[in-house]
């Protein structure tokens, strides 16, 4: 389904589309015969080009002013408001996608994808994006999750540094209460913030790529670390808590917090 921008981008700017491109060609022509005559010497022949090729500047300028005149009437602001959801949707369906939406936010793990119609744009893992079609939008995300999907990962490696830094949650409780609270769970996102402690951290490893990291433990089937110790994601009433994290079939879960534990 195309959205209402593909509509304005390709059938109502599509003769003006059609003319930019026609008198490119046109004007790229000129110059090779402007080039030809001075060359040759041939002045007649030069003047001749160069009027041409003013010509067709001053038609490329009417077009241009064409662009300016209907660019404006599209409202990005309403199109994104009230347009823009069901035509993304579809767009991730799609690609295969699967998506925890509530407008203007959208889970696409291991991108957050939020909506901003009153800034006119829209941000992926809080970095701007303007490329506001839907379908080149899915596209984009698809390819960068392929991507991910198909970068080395180390089961053992990412569970012994999630244990490390589950341990120095243990130790902080510890140190505040006076309680040993080995194998208690504790917020997955303290756990992240352990992990990042520097904005720059965040910056290079946000939220969304850490529960990417987690759902590839939980679709490796590996979830036994290098020291023994099982690792367990359970969930949370307050969902203000929770980190959406695909499971090992690739279904959305609400995870909230972690622990490490010895069977038997």
């Known amino acids: 389904m195309a959205s209402f921008l593909d509509e304005f981008l390709d059938y109502t700017l599509q003769e003006d589309f059609k003319s930019l491109e026609s008198n490119h060609r046109s004007m790229v022509n000129a110059v090779k015969r402007i080039k030809a005559a001075a060359a040759a010497g041939n002045l007649d022949a030069l003047q001749q080009a160069l009027a041409r090729y003013g010509e067709l500047a001053e038609r490329q300028k009417e077009v241009l002013q064409g662009f300016q ?125 352990t992990l990042t402690l520097l904005p720059q951290h965040k910056r290079a490893y946000p939220l969304q790529l850490f529960a990417f990291d987690l759902h590839r433990v939980l679709k490796s089937g590996q979830m036994t670390a290098p020291d023994g110790r099982r690792l367990s994601l359970g969930h949370v009433r307050d969902q203000r808590r929770a980190l959406v994290v695909l499971d090992a079939r690739g279904q959305p879960q609400r995870y909230g917090v972690m622990k490490f534990y010895r069977e038997g």
């Open 69 to 193: 005149e209907k660019l404006p009437s599209f409202n990005i602001s309403s199109f994104l408001a009230e347009n823009f959801h069901m035509s993304f949707l579809e767009a991730l369906a799609e690609q295969g996608l699967t998506v925890e939406a509530a407008y203007p936010v959208y889970e696409v793990l291991p991108f957050k994808v939020r909506v901003f119609p009153d800034k006119e744009m829209i941000t992926i893992n809080e970095k701007v994006n303007r490329d506001l079609r839907p379908g080149v939008l899915a596209r984009r995300l698809k390819k960068e999750i392929d991507r991910l999907h198909g970068a080395p990962f180390d089961p053992q490696r990412f569970l012994a540094v999630l244990a490390a830094a589950y341990d120095l949650e243990m130790a902080r409780h510890f140190a505040r209460t006076g309680i040993d609270a080995r194998e208690q769970e504790v917020p997955l996102k303290d756990v992240y913030n």
